[in-house]
Every structure is written in C-alpha cells, then in structure tokens.
C-alpha cells in the first residue's frame, strides 16, 4: 500500500491495521507504514510452509519472540495485536508480556469447543493486562 493509498484511507477517519506476514524484513515492513501513520499492527499471520501454512500452537513460542523484538525496536510508537497459536487466557498473558496490547485469537474459531472454553476461562480470569 502506497503512501497515498494510506493518506486516502486515512482521511475518511479509520485507523489502520496493517497485518504483518512473520518475514525476514518484517520490521521494515513496519517502519514503512509507520512514516506512513500507521499505529496499528497485527503481528504475525499463518507461517508460510511448503504445504500452505502453519498456524495455531505450532507458531506461538516463535511469534512470541518475534513480538518481543517488535515491541524492544518500536516501543510505544505502534500499537501491537498479537496473534498466533493463542488458546487459553495464559496465552494472551504471553503474548501481553511480550509487548501486544491487543490479541487475536482467529484459530480458534475453528474449534467451537476450545472458544467456548476459553471464552469462560477469559470471563472468569481477573485479567490485568500490562
């Protein structure tokens, strides 16, 4: 997305999210959109492999060290969503320790079961984030 492709979205008033793949060159993916305005990024997506992508548990520990560089390179200057393999409330702990201020939990929308469970067990947790 183009300078002027952010600056045009940017003047009907809506922030930003910029999903950032899990790349070598992820943070100049950010500084880029960063001089562009952009505050928000959701880190990371699927991890590519052979055979599509990986995501889920499998990715967790490595996007968690991934987050933590982010978050040690840009501090406060970005808003981070982490994402990847978060299923149960001390996933989203983690993943707040490593520096996201907000979390997506996109896999497990495909097992209704496991986000029942952890929609109670957010529910019941007295949850402090940061």
Same mark, same amino acid.
């Given at each position: 997305? +183009?300078?002027? $492709?952010?600056?045009?979205?940017?003047?009907? =008033?809506? #922030?930003?999210?910029?999903?950032?793949?899990?790349?070598?060159?992820?943070?100049?993916?950010?500084?880029?959109?960063?001089?562009?305005?952009?505050?928000?990024?959701?880190? @990371?997506?699927? @991890?590519?492999?052979?055979?599509?992508?990986? +995501?889920?548990?499998?990715? *967790?520990?490595?996007?968690? *060290?991934?987050?933590? *560089?982010?978050?040690?390179?840009?501090?406060?200057?970005?808003?981070?969503?982490?994402?990847?393999?978060?299923?149960? &409330?001390?996933?989203?702990?983690?993943?707040? #320790?490593?520096?996201? $201020?907000?979390? +997506? &939990? +996109?896999?497990? @929308?495909?097992?209704?079961?496991?986000?029942?469970?952890?929609?109670?067990?957010?529910?019941? =947790?007295?949850?402090?984030?940061?």
């Amino acid at each position: 997305m +183009s300078e002027d $492709e952010i600056s045009e979205l940017k003047s009907l =008033e809506l #922030e930003i999210i910029i999903k950032v793949p899990p790349s070598k060159n992820h943070i100049s993916i950010i500084e880029h959109y960063q001089r562009c305005g952009v505050k928000y990024f959701h880190l @990371f997506n699927s @991890f590519p492999t052979k055979n599509g992508g990986a +995501s889920g548990e499998v990715i *967790r520990e490595h996007y968690l *060290r991934l987050v933590k *560089r982010v978050n040690r390179v840009f501090g406060d200057s970005i808003q981070i969503i982490g994402g990847g393999g978060i299923q149960s &409330v001390a996933d989203i702990l983690a993943y707040s #320790e490593a520096g996201a $201020e907000f979390f +997506s &939990v +996109s896999t497990l @929308f495909f097992h209704p079961l496991k986000l029942i469970k952890f929609i109670k067990d957010y529910k019941n =947790e007295n949850i402090k984030l940061q």
